[in-house]
T-cell receptor, first 115, second 112 residues
């Protein structure tokens, strides 16, 4: 079945540590996105990528980094510069923006906590 | 600034008790309004896309409608398995990519 796989489901970060969240999709989508979800807030966009080897900052990119070396993969690194990393992280994908009637599809998220 | 406001924050219904969830938005150039369902600990699951005022979409017990300033998600004769958080998102027209602005959601609990 086609879908988006995020791993791990739970992740713990120590002070000063960088951690990487995995996102893999087999939907053949060109565009991929990372969101952060906090209680009482809407999903907020961290980074997005419309094609391989290209990505752009979203609304809250500080303290995060991404890469897009393959169409299927869009890993997110939460760096030690992100002072409040505890949140639920969601990866999504979609076909290109020119097809505006197509929705974004989401993975089942990674919950990151501080040790 | 583009905004999406959902109400109520939480809603408790008895099984079979119909109701509606509201999503009001202010966006420059709406290019789509999306409804998602999110279960605890899971990612959002796509339900509907609406584009123009007057448009309606239906799926089982759910019906979504759209006006120029708001959308409603009507739930007819809900069942306990409809319990979830329902998210609304709008795609704004000023960007070249599919940027979505999300509301904070409505938590729905349907009791047997």
């Amino acid at each position: 079945d086609g879908g988006i796989t995020q791993s791990p489901k739970y992740l713990f970060r120590k002070e000063g540590q960088n951690v990487t969240l995995s996102c893999e999709q087999n939907l053949n989508h060109d565009a991929m996105y990372w969101y952060r979800q906090d209680p009482g807030q809407g999903l907020r966009l961290i980074y997005y990528s419309q094609i391989v080897n290209d990505f752009q900052k979203g609304d809250i990119a500080e303290g995060y980094s991404v890469s897009r070396e393959k169409k299927e993969s869009f890993p997110l690194t939460v760096t030690s510069a992100q002072k409040n990393p505890t949140a639920f992280y969601l990866c999504a994908s979609s076909i290109p923006a020119s097809h505006s009637n197509q929705p974004q599809h989401f993975g089942d998220g990674t919950r990151l906590s501080i040790l | 600034e583009d905004q999406v406001t959902q109400s109520p924050e939480a809603l408790r219904l008895q099984e079979g008790e119909s109701s509606s969830l509201n999503c009001s938005y202010t966006v420059s150039g709406l290019r789509g309004l999306f409804w998602y369902r999110q279960d605890p600990g899971k990612g959002p699951e796509f339900l509907f896309t609406l584009y123009s005022a007057g448009e309606e979409k239906e799926k089982e017990r759910l019906k979504a409608t759209l006006t120029k300033k708001e959308s409603f998600l009507h739930i007819t004769a809900p069942k306990p398995e409809d319990s979830a958080t329902y998210l609304c998102a709008v795609r704004e027209g000023n960007t070249g990519f599919q940027k979505l602005v999300f509301g904070t959601g409505t938590r729905l609990l349907v009791s047997p």
